[in-house]
Each structure stands twice: as C-alpha cells, then as structure tokens.
C-alpha cells in the first residue's frame, strides 16, 4: 500500500492477555517509529528501528512490552498480561532516512487498545 | 527530560483571523529538524511543515509557517486564514541527528465561525 498499514484498528484485551500490534511501514522506509498516545496527550516514545536493529527502546515503560522489526520492515509491538493503564492509542510510524534528521514520519492510523 | 514544550493546553481564534501555536525545545545538537503534525478528531497524524536547523529562511507552506527564532530555540506555527477545519490537535516534534522523533503535549485548537 502507498501508506504506514496498522492492524488491527480497535483491540479489547481482557485485563493479563496478550496482544500483538502489527505495522507495515512504507515500503523501503528505513525508521520505524512506535508511540502510545492517551486520551488528549501527546505521542509518547516508544521505541525506534533503523532496518532491523532497535536504536532506542528507551520509551517502552516495561518489561511486558517488546517490539520486533526481524527483517526490517514489518513491525511488531506485543504487549504482555495487559493491565488497564496499557489504554491507548499506538501510533507506528516510518521515515525514508536513516537518522536523518530532515525527513518527516509518516504514520499509521493507530490501533485503539482498550483492556476490561 | 521533555525535550519539546508546547504552553498553550488549548487556543481559540476566530474563522479568517490568523493564529499562533508555540513551540520551544531543548538541544544541544547543532543538525537537528523540527516538525508540526495535525491531528483531527478522526486521530490521523498530518504532516504540516518542517523547519531544519540550519535553514536561513523561515519555512512557509501554503496557509502555514513557521516562526523560527533559533537563538530563543523556539518554532511557533502561525496559520493564517483561519478555517474551521482547522480545528485540530496540533503536535510540535524535533528530530535529532541518527536519533528518533519526539513530541510536544499539543495544543488543541477551535476556530470559532
């Protein structure tokens, strides 16, 4: 697709499942970009890809959380035994530039993770 | 540390009347990009405007520019010509040099008719 593809839109997790959130970056986009965006908040910081290596993971807020770029392009954020502040929007987003700083992100439309 | 800081939670002007949205950030790199997203209650980041560290001239695109004081490290969106489909959350983002993309808390913005 000529767009940032993130699947699956909505997500209801019960409270300690696991769930996975895919993103198809633009195709031969070297960054890939993962934010958590609350109600009325800004993107927050995830974690950042250039290919297949993970620069900077620094934004994940726990161990449960884990993402994967293992052929650098399709990208998986998987969260572990989900807990209610897990509530949010994730954005991913793919950039053509290698840690350039001159090019915008491009982004998905998110996926809505609600956990009950 | 909050690398970007967006002051107004949210902002008010009237259809046709220009706006400004602030937006200063803390660096110490020399090559960096700063960069202003839409985001409409639909939640689909827009890309607006960009501005690069070492660019002389402010950057304008259509009804947007970019008040860029680089010694005051602040880039203010102004949007002129007001429409109600501006109404929006407006995010500020800076790019470093070999680094990741990093948001502002937004402002939201209502064009009142």
């Known amino acids: 697709g000529a767009g940032v593809s993130q699947s699956p839109r909505y997500k209801v997790a019960k409270r300690g499942q696991d769930v996975a959130l895919r993103c198809d970056p633009i195709s031969g986009h070297v960054s890939l970009f993962w934010y958590q965006q609350a109600l009325g908040q800004g993107p927050e910081f995830l974690t950042y890809f250039q290919n297949e290596a993970q620069l900077d993971k620094s934004g994940l807020p726990s161990d449960r959380f884990f993402a994967e770029r293992p052929e650098g392009s399709v990208s998986t954020l998987k969260i572990q035994r989900t807990q209610q502040e897990d509530s949010a929007v994730y954005l991913c987003?793919?950039?053509?530039?290698?840690?350039?700083?001159?090019?915008?992100?491009?982004f998905g439309q998110g996926t809505r993770l609600t956990v009950v | 540390a909050q690398k970007i800081t967006q002051t107004q939670p949210g902002m008010f002007v009237q259809e046709k009347e220009a706006v400004t949205l602030d937006c200063t950030y803390d660096?110490?790199?020399?090559?960096?990009?700063l960069f202003w997203y839409k985001q409409p209650s639909s939640g689909e980041m827009i890309f607006l405007i960009y501005q690069g560290s070492y660019d002389q001239q402010n950057a304008t695109e259509g009804r947007y520019s970019l008040n860029f004081q680089k010694a005051r490290k602040s880039a203010n969106l102004v949007i002129s010509a007001s429409q109600l489909g501006d109404s929006a959350m407006y995010f500020c983002?800076?790019?470093?040099?070999?680094?990741?993309?990093?948001f502002g808390a937004g402002t939201r913005l209502t064009v009142k008719p």
């Open positions: 983002a800076m790019r470093e040099e070999g680094d990741d993309m990093r």
């Open positions: 987003a793919s950039s053509p530039s290698a840690g350039v700083p001159n090019t915008e992100a491009f």
């Open positions: 660096t110490s790199d020399p090559s960096y990009g």
